[in-house]
């Protein structure tokens, strides 16, 4: 029940030997320091159809599974659907790949009746596969639900090169979600008061709290630290008193656990103060998390030399087209119009990756927004420069994702695009969802300031009629 969070003890240690995976390497964060607000300052630079998801299969050039070996696989968006799968199956298993193109959704029907309301049926999407995003060195496939064809293109291109330059590397904080605790009174002075008695009880409220969600503690997670303040406006009659409650979550992304845990303090102060003493004059209000998420900061960083640049664009000089992408990532964080844009740019290839994982994007847009935010005006979540003689790239945002818990693994489809791509943990998705980000974004810089973003945009969509 200390100040700092528990020790991190990974969900898979709940499962079945059989379903358990070998962890990867990674390059974490230390915790951030017992609070989110305390996270770390990372480094920064200076100012056709197929089953469930309805899936358009297209499989891409350059992809390993090992870090020591490349192959390049040159045509595949010009392959048939049926040779497309029989390549697929040279990086996946014939098991992995039969869940995921589930060819009658009534064998599923159970299971999506139980993760949603009202359900009547399945909604088709393409689904295409990225073959290689590297991360902490490793190579996977990674698979894409989007309508858009140029964010697969994008992503596919920028992925290679990546690759072909030694990889993303991904940097982690332990995941830490935060819920709101909230009671309101017509007395300022009654309400530093009632927010002083509260804080003298921090261990008792984190007590119920993790009482409240054993199994989230089982897991290594729990909550660590409750802190309460006082919150008002000038011309307001009411004044807040606002209990933020800080929780470990381990490898889910933690909605249901902390919001269960952030209710059930709320009732106990109830019970405690407002009806023992019914006219006290400060009422409950409400129990909810936020998706301000400074305690799941994940960063993605990216070297490309001037030399693997020169085979990127054709008749740019790779020193020439890394200028010209320094100079767009200095127009973002001067211009909060390009930011915006600049950040949506992001968020197209992760929520693609997110989709067939059953993440929740309406989170990581949330947050990522809220960060975007931080300084007052909205600035670029990635930056880029040159460093000697390369370009270097760094995205830097929270993740709200979860590699367990949800619906996570809720259909057989699902779990097939968990183990398509080899994630086995919560820093495996945040690597994957940051990385392909990152590609996103350089790939969109890249054309934006060469032949501009309508030529190839055009080219695919125009196929969309044929």
């Known amino acids: 029940m200390g100040g700092k969070p528990p020790t991190r003890l990974c969900w898979l240690r709940a499962l079945a030997p059989s ?71 040279a990086i996946s298993s014939e098991d992995t790949l039969s869940d995921l193109l589930v060819e ?16 009547v049926g399945a909604f088709c999407q393409p689904l295409s596969v990225l073959t290689s995003v590297s991360v902490n060195a490793l190579s996977r496939p990674v698979a894409l639900v989007t309508e858009e064809p140029s964010v697969v293109a994008a992503a596919n291109a920028a992925s290679a090169l990546f690759e072909r330059c030694g990889g993303v ?39 119920i709290a993790n009482a409240s969600d054993p199994g989230l503690i089982a897991a290594g997670g729990g909550a660590f630290d409750i802190s309460f303040e006082c919150m008002n406006r000038a011309g307001f009659k009411s004044t807040f008193i606002v209990g933020t409650l800080d929780v470990h979550t381990v490898d889910v992304m933690g909605a249901n656990a902390v919001n269960t845990m952030a209710e059930a303090v709320l009732s106990a102060i109830e019970r405690e103060f407002l009806l023992a003493t019914p ?46 992408l320094e100079y767009a990532s200095q127009l973002a964080l001067v211009c909060p119009q390009r930011a915006v844009t600049h950040n949506k740019g992001i968020l197209n290839g992760i929520f693609a990756a997110a989709a067939p994982l059953a993440q929740d994007t309406r989170a990581i847009a949330a947050s990522a927004i809220d960060f975007a935010c931080q300084s007052g005006t909205h600035k670029p979540l990635a930056v ?34 968990f183990e398509l791509a080899h994630i086995h943990s919560y820093e495996d998705l945040c690597g994957v969802l940051t990385a392909i980000g990152l590609a996103q974004n350089f790939a969109a810089l890249a054309a934006l300031v060469t032949e501009g973003i309508q030529a190839g945009h055009m080219k695919l969509h125009a196929r969309k009629s044929n």
């Open 384 to 417: 880029w420069q040159i460093h000697e003689n390369a370009l270097q790239g760094i995205l830097t945002m929270p993740i709200v994702a979860g590699y367990v818990g949800g619906t996570t693994h809720a259909t057989p489809a699902i779990a097939a695009a």
């Open 104 to 119: 009658n959704t009534n064998d599923i029907m159970p299971a999506l009746d139980r993760m949603s309301e009202n359900v």
């Open 19 to 89: 379903a358990r995976r070998a962890p990867h390497q990674h390059t974490p964060l230390p915790p951030c320091g017992g609070h989110p607000r305390n996270a770390p300052k990372l480094a920064s630079f200076n100012p056709s159809y197929e089953g469930f998801f309805c899936f358009q299969i297209a499989f891409f050039h350059d992809f390993t599974l090992t870090t020591n070996a490349m192959s390049h696989i040159s045509g595949f968006h010009r392959l048939s659907i049926d040779k497309r799968r029989q390549a697929l199956l």
């Open 169 to 207: 590397r991904a940097h982690y904080c332990q995941p830490v979600t935060s819920a709101q605790i909230v009671l309101v009174t017509d007395d300022p002075m009654q309400a530093m008061d009632f927010s002083a008695r509260l804080a003298c009880m921090r261990d008792k409220w984190l007590y």
């Open 279 to 324: 006219h006290s004059g400060v009422e409950r209000l409400m129990a909810i998390l936020t998706n301000a998420s400074p305690g799941r900061i994940v960063q993605a960083t990216i070297s490309l030399p001037f030399s693997a640049l020169d085979q990127y664009k054709k008749n740019v000089p790779g020193q020439r087209l890394a200028q010209k």
